[in-house]
């Protein structure tokens, strides 16, 4: 039987929406899969180590990650909130990670970034992984933070981080925008697949999307990873039929971050 | 039974050769479709209205356009003639619908542009639609004007366009130039379809190609509109043996705009 | 004493603003100049001749151009105005200039063009020749065409053409934008005399505007023409006194093309 | 005697290297100029407001910005720090600048941003506003945040701001990198003058130098400021004559950002 | 029978790696195949024409060329070598070929050229045929000549060259690096014969590789020969199975030219 | 007195018409400036050495560049001639003298090289040192080889070069073109200062022209070496009054290259 790929592989954030979904996915590469929340995460299975840890408490970040390989970092905030929690679970929680993994020698971290990172720009801006961010958020701020800091370890000290910014990760598109962002669940595992094994990635941004017929994002720049989506949106063509009915009626397709860039602005008063 | 997207949908040159071979197919869009053409378009079917009309005039475009809600603008002179010729039917007719959908509130005009908007390109040249226009012809240059008309009330009213610059729809490519320029119907109409309903275009241009293996146009800055071609002039290669007889013999093939580019200037004289 | 570079050199639009600027600067350039217009230019002077002529008489304008070596074209309406005198004025006698001029051999025609080509683009955006258009106005679209035509009578028959795009030429400015779009008389003069002169100039597109402070275009594009700008609205700062009170109350300034982009739509009913 | 452009302007961080600069020049540019630190200030002279607060406190940073119409945000840590420290004071610190000045209606924020947000670039490499950031420093990074959250608060708010990406901004520069990043006071000034007083900016990153023989950072995509420096590094070239040593004794020449890109990470432990 | 596209095509190198899998594959393109190489070359087989040359001695390469309509110019050295080695066999070798081409009216050559050109490109560089070349080797350099040297032809003289960047042509990958590079034998064949009877190509660059999931190279400024390779290296996936060993121990999927970037200098003493 | 910045510094083709004129005026740059050529160089002066030198004789030029520091390789043929002599002088010679300098430890190289590595650009091409080339001549051919070379032994070895592509370095402009790439001598010598005594320039390619008024090339490229032409072609104008006489019949200014891509290709028969 072929030795798994790494020792120990960290996922943070797995009680969330999508932890829930890798947890089983992952466990091919690595012979103990770290799993960590601030949430519960019920009991360890075969081949787990379950962390409960606040990712902005430094000391547990580091005892957490001893013996660690790689990162796939989920954890933190994952939708708008107010700036100071964004601060310490996204911020702060992000930089503790990252310090982490320099200290104990981690070589590659999957950073789960967002496209509300771009989610200013229009629907009909056809952008790629070098074009200027335009944060929708305060969540889309803190993504931006992340990849500046991944991009600083990397120049700084070698660590490797592929970003990759998730459009719409659920089993099936909720609304026309996600016909555009959507992400089955087996093109995130093969987009994570990849960036964990692909020979070197510096700091590479991926836009997480599968092979839709509408895109509003070019991979080009990421094509060392070889990410090739298998699935298609155009699946659940019928649930979203055509009409003349334009798109005032349901503003969220005219930007790429959709409902966030028309939210209002939020604050812990 | 669903409703149809459309109300009233116009069809401009209905009596040209894609208007006839558009009749039939875009039934399923619309309540009604109207069918305009200066030539005789014989007797209305089911689902039809024709208009008889002049796109010079311009009351009557006026009167033809109430209650419509998206326009096929296909009408007008489709190859070279006479600047004045030209000037009535293209530049004219144009601006006439195009002030006439602004006045009744029409919400989208898919034009057909052409190929010949960039016609003295050489064969060598990949663009996409931000290379600036070089037509190659009167026609070309009325088409040229159409868009910019087009773009003009997109930016100034809101009223979207779609322009289309087909390449060569044809049932089968005719030369070899035409292996790269070819346009199915099948594909000319799915083009329609994505152009009429998708979200939102503000001002968008389309290349109107099949998925031939040849390509001297990149339609990524219209990724929004998800147009996928299903058909290949490949299918038609035996047409067109290996040779070892270069272009010269044939210099058709030479500039985007094939026999265009090199035609003689008219002009009535 | 030298001979004048040309024996008959011809100015359109003789009698409008500009044109009345230029009549006796150009002199220099020709031992007769040939000024048209359909309004009243007096009489002749020495080393003039004088032709008054609608543009859209296509036969009056052969005759007036027989024997011209070169046309400055700044004939037609040079605002906006319904789109049916427009089409007269500007499309048709641009169209009729330009055959006449390849009929009769002309070399080259500088072609008084405007900001209004581009004049949606806002006034954070900095752009080259290769720019898309935005027109902001029928005269903005006619201009445009202008371009088209000019573009596709050089790949057709080599008639060069220099395409003015001229910001707003004054004795000063006359708002805050003007301080980003004023092209001094002398620079006009002297981007007309290098546009006239240059040894080659194909189809080029050259912004006309003094060298100010602030910049919305980047001339890199016609670096071949030499037009080193020698004077600066920076000289009526005073005029225009720091405020904190920002864009609101005087829009005009948010667009290149300023009030144009503003206004309603024209059109003749 | 003409009305100063603001009643109230505030200057955080005025305690610092820079801030002491500018506290008399800017003036002439409000009635009162309310300065901001956490370090003393001394007693208020006319004209003069004196706020001492830590800008990670939020109710003290709203109370300081009653009233404010524009702010110039040079507050916060300005070297390598701890992130802990730098999260406090750049991050949190800026947060609350920009929350505070969206409540309170303020209209254009100047922010000190820093060549550390590009430092990790090398001396070859010249770049413009839409170059990715590579920041070499926690400072770097937070200088990073500034500028995502002010293109955050102009997309959702309108908030403008101009990001002044500042080289080195000294009496004269101290090492060869800084004849390459030099920024006069008066330039400073200057650069700060336009960013208040342009018309209208939305978010605009200016590089901060003044004109030197060599240039790494490219201005065109702020030429709707109009900055043009007057200073030039060019008159200290005799403190740093012709050498045939090369780049390796002093490897602070070879990333823009100097030595901060060459120095070890720091964090507290 | 359809008669062949040409009576007479020369393959130089014919006895080399890739000239041996050539050599019956073309057959179908010509009458007679002309097979050239200093080498032994066996018996001469029906519709072969066999000449034992020197490629540096220009009369030999002018006679072996007397009939011939169009060239697969494989002939030289193919891996790294003393620079005169190189400079006899790959730049004087090449010379006499074009002058030859050119002096007997040949139409099209095309060029063996070698992924060694951008050798020195870093595996997260995703460039197309206009990005500076950056050699790896003597090799490299000697290639990027025979490619300036075609694109004088061309400009000088109309003679036609593709030059094909070979990656990597061989049965099956055998590092990680080919899994990228790697053109299958059939693909190579298509480039071949894309190359040879596409209508018109000028002076065209084309990266010879295979349909692989990793791509470093964008063929899109070719996109007028239609080459779509059909083969994948994905085939081969299992026998580099997925790893958390990151680059450092096998540096040579780091550069474009993988091991060639990595050599010493070579030279002869 | 200040110590001169290098020991030795080796100038090869110094009997050469830019040869002569650097003579005297790199001497404040060296202790010992180092003269080569294969023609008579008369009598060494105090400061120089000279050696008389075929390029093309590999142990000569190791011999002659013993303690050199840098070089300013100006030998070789400077203008068209047979491949044979091209081949020897060029391209053999650049080679010996780069190997030379990578075992001898020499730290950068000035080459010589020439607007003819661009030559077929036409004159409303505008160009930076990305363009990719395209030679005019065998001559243009040998200098694209250098350039290769050179690129070459940087990555590789991290030997520096400034690639200096002089335009038309004599005491004035002898024809319109040369208006354009006119480099004074002056100016051509502060070049050569800034590209050797910059701080670190890796491989960099500077077009060698004055402040000219008409410009084809763009050095924002090289904007590290801080090159700023003092002199203007335009002391000249009056040479080359205003004349409506436009291309044809002085064709040499229609492409970069000027006569030399008008010429027949020679070859030695």
Redesign the interface.
């Known amino acids: 039987m072929?030795a798994k790929?790494?020792k120990r592989l960290l996922l943070t954030g797995a009680a969330g929406g999508l932890g829930k979904v890798l947890r089983d996915r992952i466990k091919p590469?690595a012979d103990v899969v770290v799993l960590s929340d601030i949430a519960d995460l019920g009991e360890a299975r075969e081949g787990e180590e379950i962390v409960v840890c606040d990712l902005g408490d430094k000391a547990a970040v580091m005892k957490m990650m001893e013996g660690v390989?790689?990162v796939l970092h989920f954890g933190g905030i994952s939708t708008e909130n107010t700036?100071e929690n964004i601060?310490h679970a996204n911020?702060?929680g992000t930089?503790n990670i990252y310090?982490a993994a320099?200290k104990l020698g981690v070589?590659?971290i999957v950073f789960a970034s967002s496209n509300h990172t771009v989610g200013?720009y229009?629907?009909?801006d056809?952008i790629d992984?070098?074009a200027?961010?335009?944060?929708?958020?305060?969540y889309?701020?803190s993504k931006?933070?992340g990849e500046?800091?991944a991009?600083?370890y990397w120049?700084?000290?070698g660590l490797?981080t592929v970003s990759l910014r998730i459009g719409s990760s659920f089993p099936e598109p909720k609304d026309?925008r996600m016909m555009?962002t959507w992400l089955s669940y087996d093109d995130l595992v093969e987009a994570l697949?990849q960036s964990?094994?692909?020979?070197?990635?510096?700091f590479?941004i991926l836009f997480g999307m599968s092979n839709?017929?509408?895109?509003?994002w070019?991979n080009?720049?990421a094509?060392?990873?070889?990410y090739?989506p298998k699935d298609s949106s155009s699946q659940f063509d019928a649930s979203f039929?055509?009409?003349?009915q334009?798109?005032d009626q349901?503003a969220s397709?005219?930007y790429h971050g959709g409902a966030f860039?028309l939210a209002e602005?939020r604050?812990k008063d």
Chains 1, 2, 3, 4, 5, 6 share one sequence.
């Open positions: 072929m790929p790494f590469w390989e790689a700036f601060l911020i702060l930089a310090e320099h070589k590659r200013f229009r629907n009909t056809y992984a070098t200027p961010t335009r944060p929708d958020s305060f889309g701020v931006c933070f500046q800091l991009s600083y120049d700084r000290t490797e026309r555009v697949r964990l094994f692909a020979t070197r990635v510096g590479t839709n017929d509408v895109a509003w070019d080009s720049k094509a060392h990873l070889g090739k039929p055509d009409s003349g334009y798109p349901n397709v005219t860039a602005v604050y």
